[in-house]
C-alpha cells in the first residue's frame, strides 16, 4: 500500500513537472534569443494574417500560432530542465523540422499533439490564449 | 573651471613641497593632473583661430596661413571650411572668391589622393585629433563634388568630370560592399558635361545608367525593405537560423540589385536578381556585417548548440556552417515569398508607383541635364557630429534639422534665380544656372518658382556610409585608460589605508615607548609608498592615452543639392 502510495506521489510529481514545464514558456520567455514572448508572437500573427494567408493558405494561422507555440515551449523547457528522453527526442525532432522547412515543421508538430504530453503542451496553450483573449 | 582652480591648488602644492605630510603630496598630485589634463583638451574648432568658422565666417588669406603653418595636421580641414565659408558668407558672385573656393577645395581633394597608399588608407579616417585630418566619406565626396561644380559653372568640364568620377568613387569606396553612388546628381552632371564635351551616346551611357539606377535606389528601398519586413513578420519559422540570415543578405541584395540590375527591370526581376546574387553577400556576411552577425545569429546558434547538446566549439562550428550551407536554399523560398507578396498583397501598388517614379523622375533629370541652363540649389546646414561615451570615444553622425535619414528623393517650389551663373539665394544659401556657353551667361534678375528635386542629401550619405572600424579601435583604448585610472585608484585607497594603519601603529608605539614598535611602523609606511609610488606609475602609463575620437568635422557643409525641372 505504502509502495503504491509513493509510485502514484512520483507519477503525480511528474505530471505536475510536465505541465510545469508547459508553463515555462509563457513565464518567463525573454531568458532566451530563439523565441518571442507569448504575446508578441500572437499579436504579429493576428496583425499579418492577411499576408500569412496569402502565404501559407487560408485558416492556417492558428495552426501556426499553435505549432510556434509548442516549438517555443518546448525550446525553453529544453534549455531550463532535464526533461524526460521521449519528450526530449520529440522536442529535438521538433526543432530539426523548425529549421529545415515549413511542411516538415507542421508534420512534426501534429504527430507531437497527439501524444499525451502533446496534449498537456496544447491545455497549457489553451489557458493562455483564453486568459490573453 | 579647472583652469580657474588650479593657481591655488599650484600654489598650495609648492607649499607642501617643504614637507611630506601625505595630504600635501596628494594635493600636489592633484595640481599635477589638473595642469596636465588642462593642456589636452581643447579641441580643434573651439581654437581661437578657427573659431571665425563657428560664425559660418570665412578668415583672411593671411589668417589661413597662419593656420597652415602653426597647424599642418589640420590644413585641410580649414581649407575645407574656408572654401564653405566663403559660399555661405562670402561674395559668391564674384569672379574672385569662386576661384578662391574652387582652388582651397582643389587643394583639400588633392590630399585624398594619399589613400592609395594602404598605410595612409588606414589612418584615413584620423582617429586622433592630433592625425592630419582628412575628412569623412561623406566630406571628401562631398568636397570633389562641388569642385566639380564650380568647375562646370566655369565651363570646364575637361576638370570637372574627374572630379564627379571622384565623387562616385568615394561615395562608393567607404560602402559597406561596392556598390555605385546613390547620388543621382553625381550622374547628371557628369552626363552633361559628357554632352557638352560632345561625347557620343554610348559613352553617355554609365551617367544616363548611373541616373536611372541611383533614382531606382531612392524610389523603390522603402518600398522593396517594407515588403521584406512583411515577409520576415509573416514567416511561420522567423526564428530559425537560417532564414534570418537569409533575411539579413535577402536586405543587401536587394540593395545591390537596384543599384545594379538591368534598367528594364520589373518588381519581379529585380527580386530575383537578388536573390542570384546572395552567394557574393554570404562570404561576406561575417566580415561586413560582423557586429549584425554576432548580435543576430551568433547567439542563436550558441542556444541552438545547447538545445542539440553540442555547446563544444567543434559543434559551434558545424551548426554554424550548417546554416550558411542552407541558406541558398531558404533564399529561393524567400525569394518565392517576396514575389507572391509583392503581387498578391498591398505592396503591389507602392512597388509599381515606385517603379513608374523612378523612369520618369530619371527621364525627367536626363532632360533638365542636357537643357540649355540647369538649376542647381544649395539649402540647409548638413549632418553634424557629436562624441559620445566615458571618454567621448564614440563619435556619431546627426541627421541635420533641414535633412531626413529616409532613402527618398524630396520635391519641393523652390523660388530660384534662373539667369546664369552665381547667386546668393535666401541666408546663406546659394543658386548656380549652368549655361551651356559662356556667351549666354547674361546677368538678368529673374526668379522663378520650381519644382525642384533633392537629388544629394549630405545627413543621408554621411549616416549611410559605414564599415569604418575607428570607432572600435577607440573603444579598445578607452577601457584600458579606464582600467589603468581604477587600478590607479585603488591603489591610492590602498596606500592611504596603509598610511593611516602607519599613523596608529607610531600612536600606539609612542604610548609602549617601544623601538621595536617603531620598525613594525616604518615598514607599513614603506610599503605605503610603494602602493603610493605603484599608482603613480599606472597613473602615468593611463594618462597619455588619448581615447577620445576626432572631433573635427566640416559643420559648415550644405545638406540639401536641388535640382530645378
Redesign the interface.
Known amino acids: 500500500m505504502k509502495k503504491l502510495f509513493l509510485i502514484l506521489f512520483f507519477l503525480n510529481g511528474c505530471a505536475i513537472s510536465l505541465k510545469e514545464q508547459s508553463k515555462l514558456y509563457f513565464r518567463n520567455p525573454k531568458k532566451y534569443y530563439g523565441v518571442e514572448a507569448p504575446l508578441e508572437l500572437k499579436k504579429r500573427l493576428e496583425k499579418h494574417k492577411t499576408s500569412l494567408e496569402i502565404l501559407y493558405g487560408q485558416n492556417k494561422t492558428s495552426q501556426i500560432l499553435s505549432c510556434t507555440f509548442l516549438r517555443n515551449q518546448l525550446y525553453v523547457a529544453m534549455l531550463s530542465n532535464n526533461l524526460d528522453s521521449k519528450i526530449k527526442n520529440a522536442a529535438l525532432l521538433l526543432e530539426e523540422a523548425y529549421q529545415n522547412d515549413d511542411n516538415e515543421f507542421i508534420k512534426s508538430c501534429e504527430n507531437i499533439f497527439k501524444e499525451d504530453f502533446g496534449k498537456i503542451f496544447l491545455s497549457t496553450q489553451k489557458e493562455f490564449l483564453r486568459i490573453t483573449s | 573651471m579647472k583652469n580657474s582652480q588650479f593657481p591655488v591648488i599650484a600654489s598650495e602644492a609648492w607649499q607642501s613641497k617643504r614637507s611630506a605630510n601625505p595630504m600635501r603630496l596628494l594635493r600636489l598630485w592633484l595640481a599635477m593632473t589638473l595642469a596636465f589634463t588642462s593642456c589636452m583638451g581643447t579641441i580643434t574648432i573651439n581654437k581661437p583661430e578657427f573659431r571665425p568658422f563657428l560664425q559660418h565666417q570665412p578668415v583672411s588669406q593671411e589668417e589661413l596661413s597662419k593656420i597652415h603653418k602653426s597647424s599642418p595636421k589640420d590644413s585641410v580641414l580649414a581649407d575645407l571650411l574656408q572654401a564653405f565659408a566663403l559660399m555661405r558668407k562670402g561674395d559668391i558672385e564674384s569672379k574672385a572668391i569662386q576661384k578662391q573656393i574652387s582652388g582651397l577645395l582643389m587643394t583639400s581633394v588633392s590630399t585624398f589622393e594619399d589613400l592609395n597608399d594602404p598605410v595612409n588608407f588606414s589612418k584615413a579616417f584620423s582617429a586622433d585629433e592630433d592625425k592630419p585630418f582628412r575628412g569623412r566619406p561623406h566630406e571628401r565626396m562631398y568636397a570633389s563634388f562641388m569642385t566639380g561644380v564650380f568647375e562646370l559653372a566655369n565651363n570646364n568640364c575637361d576638370l570637372a568630370l574627374p572630379y564627379f568620377k571622384n565623387a562616385e568613387f568615394l561615395d562608393a569606396r567607404f560602402q559597406k560592399l561596392p556598390f555605385g553612388t546613390d547620388a543621382p546628381l553625381v550622374y547628371a552632371l557628369s552626363l552633361r558635361c559628357l554632352h557638352e564635351k560632345g561625347v557620343s551616346l554610348s559613352d553617355q551611357q554609365h551617367a544616363r545608367n548611373g541616373i536611372y539606377k541611383s533614382v531606382r535606389f531612392l524610389s523603390l528601398q522603402e518600398p522593396l525593405i517594407d515588403l521584406l519586413i ?2 520576415a ?2 514567416d ?7 532564414n534570418r540570415m537569409a533575411y539579413m543578405i535577402m536586405e543587401v541584395g536587394l540593395y545591390y540589385s537596384l543599384l545594379s540590375a538591368p534598367n528594364d527591370s520589373s518588381i519581379e526581376e529585380l527580386i530575383d536578381y537578388a536573390a542570384k546574387n546572395a552567394q557574393i553577400f554570404t562570404a561576406a556576411i561575417k566580415t561586413n556585417f560582423e557586429e549584425e552577425y554576432k548580435a543576430k545569429l551568433s ?2 546558434i550558441k ?2 548548440a ?3 547538446g553540442q555547446s563544444k566549439k567543434e559543434g559551434l562550428k558545424a551548426l554554424e556552417e550548417l546554416a550558411f550551407f ?1 541558406v541558398d536554399q531558404v533564399m529561393s523560398s524567400l525569394k518565392d ?1 517576396l514575389i ?2 509583392a503581387k ?2 498591398n505592396f503591389n501598388k507602392a512597388l509599381e508607383n515606385g517603379l513608374f517614379a523612378s523612369k520618369s523622375l530619371s527621364e525627367k533629370i536626363i532632360v533638365a541635364s542636357l537643357s540649355p541652363k540647369m538649376i542647381l540649389n544649395f539649402t540647409g546646414m548638413g549632418p553634424s557630429l557629436i562624441r559620445e561615451g566615458g571618454y567621448n570615444e564614440i563619435s556619431t553622425v546627426k541627421t541635420s534639422p533641414d535633412g531626413t535619414d529616409r532613402p527618398i528623393i524630396r520635391e519641393k517650389m523652390l523660388a530660384t534665380p534662373t539667369s546664369c551663373g552665381f547667386h546668393r539665394t535666401k541666408g546663406e544659401d546659394f543658386a548656380v544656372v549652368l549655361c551651356a556657353n559662356r556667351e549666354s551667361q547674361v546677368k538678368e534678375k529673374d526668379i522663378k518658382t520650381m519644382p525642384s528635386y533633392e537629388l544629394l542629401s549630405l545627413s543621408r550619405k554621411a549616416k549611410m556610409i559605414q564599415g569604418r572600424k575607428f570607432e572600435q579601435v577607440l573603444k579598445g583604448r578607452a577601457q584600458f585608460k579606464a582600467a589603468t585610472e581604477e587600478i590607479s585608484k585603488l591603489s591610492l585607497w590602498g596606500a592611504f589605508f596603509l598610511f593611516h594603519l602607519g599613523n596608529s601603529i607610531m600612536d600606539s608605539c609612542r604610548r609602549s615607548q617601544d623601538d621595536s614598535c617603531n620598525y613594525a611602523a616604518y615598514a607599513v609606511y614603506g610599503a605605503a609608498a610603494i602602493t603610493a609610488l605603484f599608482s603613480g606609475i599606472v597613473w602615468l602609463v593611463g594618462k597619455p592615452i588619448n581615447p577620445s575620437a576626432d572631433s573635427r568635422y566640416v559643420h559648415l557643409m550644405y545638406e540639401s543639392s536641388w535640382l530645378s525641372i
Open positions: 512583411e515577409t513578420k509573416s511561420m519559422r522567423t526564428m530559425a537560423i537560417s547567439t542563436l542556444e541552438q545547447n538545445i542539440q542552407k515569398r507572391k507578396l498578391e498583397s
